[in-house]
Nanobody, 119 residues
Framework: QVQLVESGGGLVQAGGSLTLSCAASGRTFSGDYVGWFRQAPGKERDLVARILWTAGNPYYADSVKGRFTISRDNAKNTVYLQMNSLKPEDTAVYYC????????????WGQGTQVTVSS
């Protein structure tokens, strides 16, 4: 059974930093995409960043480019999202996802972790 477990969310002041972690179990994602999404209240879930587990080649949404960094640790089977210069508009539930299909569907999702940025 594949599980993705996020951690690292919390409350931070604007301008601060947080690092989210997503520990995967049940399989490895070599050759697959892993990514981070976020969903603010009343809004759709949006892709924040994604990366190919083996090849890298990260992608970032324009809203986070230059502030967020996605990375992975093969030994720990964990993907990270380093978030710097946080803004109140970054407040959302952040979800880890893995296994992007050819139809654009993500096969596996974490339970989400809340990030709140105060002004």
């Amino acid at each position: 059974q594949v599980q993705l477990v996020e951690s690292g969310g919390g409350l931070v002041q604007a301008g601060g930093s947080l690092t989210l972690s997503c520990a995967a179990s049940g399989r490895t994602f070599s050759g697959d995409y892993v990514g981070w999404f976020r969903q603010a209240p009343g809004k759709e879930r949006d892709l924040v960043a994604r990366i190919l587990w083996t090849a890298g080649n990260p992608y970032y949404a324009d809203s986070v480019k230059g502030r967020f960094t996605i990375s992975r640790d093969n030994a720990k089977n964990t993907v990270y999202l380093q978030m710097n210069s946080l803004k109140p508009e970054d407040t959302a539930v952040y979800y880890c996802a893995a296994g992007l299909s050819g139809l654009g569907q993500w096969r596996y999702w974490g339970q989400g972790t809340q990030v709140t940025v105060s002004s």
